[in-house]
Structure formats: structure tokens, C-alpha cells
T-cell receptor, first 114, second 111 residues
Framework: NAGVTQTPKFRVLKTGQSMTLLCAQD?????MYWYRQDPGMGLRLIHY???????AKGEVPDGYNVSRLKKQNFLLGLESAAPSQTSVYFC?????????????FGQGTRLTVV | DQQVKQNSPSLSVQEGRISILNCDYT??????FLWYKKYPAEGPTFLIS?????DKNEDGRFTVFLNKSAKHLSLHIVPSQPGDSAVYFC??????????FGTGTSLTVIP
């Protein structure tokens, strides 16, 4: 069982370039999330999805777009990368528990925008 | 403004002793609280949870305490083991899907 797999693990972009981060999960979870982690900040939710074909904004959605065309995949896109988007990005899938959802995280993608 | 705060960036404890990690929050509407553990180069993994209707939850060596009047959460690890060395995040949720995470506390357990 691979769990949650993020591709790529590292990437360096130039300002203005675009890219897509791929998240794949094999646990058949309905919920999926994209977070970013920055020094001195906790993990902050960018976008999330409660099922195939649905997406919703989180705490810091600006500059990002997402798509959930298949249940197992959640894509995070940066249309025009900015240095402020240098961060470690974590994808997670969610398993419903009694009253809340347990998140299973991928290993992270370290993105540097120069 | 951060709704969940972990004011201690790091903590060192001797093996076998108790580790106490603290977390403060500002939103009285939070209904679930979680602790996650993170090793280097890995994603966070779920450790333990507590509902706002409880004040304590225990799972083996890990116990989470909730003091709603003080808006304070703590994680106790007894006894601490070297394998517990990791970054610990607390997280809190207001009804819905979004959890708010603290900045993390790096725990080092010294053999």
C-alpha cells in the first residue's frame, strides 16, 4: 500500500513559470487536501476536495488552482510562480472518523521559486 | 493571526522521563483537536485526538489534556523514548473540514 504519493519531490522554478504538483492516493478516500508549510508557520490549507469533481478554497488559495478529475488524484497548479510560493507542499487524503477526518499525508514537495 | 500556537519551538528530554508539549488556541468554537508527529523528509502522521467535550484522552504512552477555559492543549509522553524524537504539531478544527495547525515543537529525546 503506497498511501499518498506526491510527484515531484523537489522542484526549482523561475518566477513566472507554471507547474502542476500531482497527488495520488490508493486508499479510496473521498477527501483530499493541499497544504503548504513555511518556516514559523503551521501547515496552512490551500484547497481541498470532498469528492471527485469537487474543490473548495482553504485558508490560502490565492495563486493556486486545483482539479479532482479522478477520485484518486488531486492536482495543484501554479499558473505563474512567485518567490512567495517557495514552500514545502503536502498533500493529504482524509478518512472519516467519528465527527472528524483523519489526514494521511504524503512525503511533501519542496518547491523553490527563484 | 494564528489561531493555534505552539510557543516552544524545541524541547529536549532525557529518555524515560516525561515530555510535555503545549498548544494554545484562540477560537472557542474549535470542536476537535489533534496531534500529529513528523519525522524529517516524511509527511505528518496522526498521533492522538480529543473532542472538546472531553478533557483527557489516553493512548498507550501518549495522553492529551484539554483545558477549555484556558484554551490550552497539552500532549504528555511517558516514558519518552529516542524514537519519539520528531516535530509535533497540534491542530484544531471548527465544524467543517479545515484544521488549523500550530507551528510545531521539535522534541529531542536524549538516550
Amino acid at each position: 500500500n503506497a498511501g499518498v504519493t506526491q510527484t515531484p519531490k523537489f522542484r526549482v522554478l523561475k518566477t513566472g513559470q507554471s507547474m502542476t504538483l500531482l497527488c495520488a492516493q490508493d486508499m479510496n478516500h473521498e477527501y483530499m487536501y493541499w497544504y503548504r508549510q513555511d518556516p514559523g508557520m503551521g501547515l496552512r490549507l490551500i484547497h481541498y476536495s470532498v469528492g471527485e469533481g469537487t474543490t473548495a478554497k482553504g485558508e490560502v488559495p490565492d495563486g493556486y488552482n486545483v482539479s479532482r478529475l479522478k477520485k484518486q488524484n488531486f492536482l495543484l497548479g501554479l499558473e505563474s510562480a512567485a518567490p512567495s510560493q517557495t514552500s514545502v507542499y503536502f498533500c493529504a487524503s482524509g478518512r472519516p472518523r467519528r465527527g472528524w477526518t483523519e489526514a494521511f499525508f504524503g512525503q511533501g514537495t519542496r518547491l523553490t521559486v527563484v | 493571526d494564528q489561531q493555534v500556537k505552539q510557543n516552544s519551538p524545541s524541547l529536549s528530554v532525557q529518555e524515560g522521563r516525561i515530555s510535555i508539549l503545549n498548544c494554545d488556541y484562540t477560537n472557542s468554537m474549535f470542536d476537535y483537536f489533534l496531534w500529529y508527529k513528523k519525522y524529517p523528509a516524511e509527511g505528518p502522521t496522526f498521533l492522538i485526538s480529543i473532542s472538546s467535550i472531553k478533557d483527557k484522552n489516553e493512548d498507550g504512552r501518549f495522553t492529551v489534556f484539554l483545558n477549555k477555559s484556558a484554551k490550552h492543549l497539552s500532549l504528555h509522553i511517558v516514558p519518552s523514548q529516542p524514537g519519539d524524537s520528531a516535530v509535533y504539531f497540534c491542530a484544531a478544527r471548527e465544524t467543517g473540514n479545515q484544521f488549523y495547525f500550530g507551528t510545531g515543537t521539535s522534541l529531542t529525546v536524549i538516550p
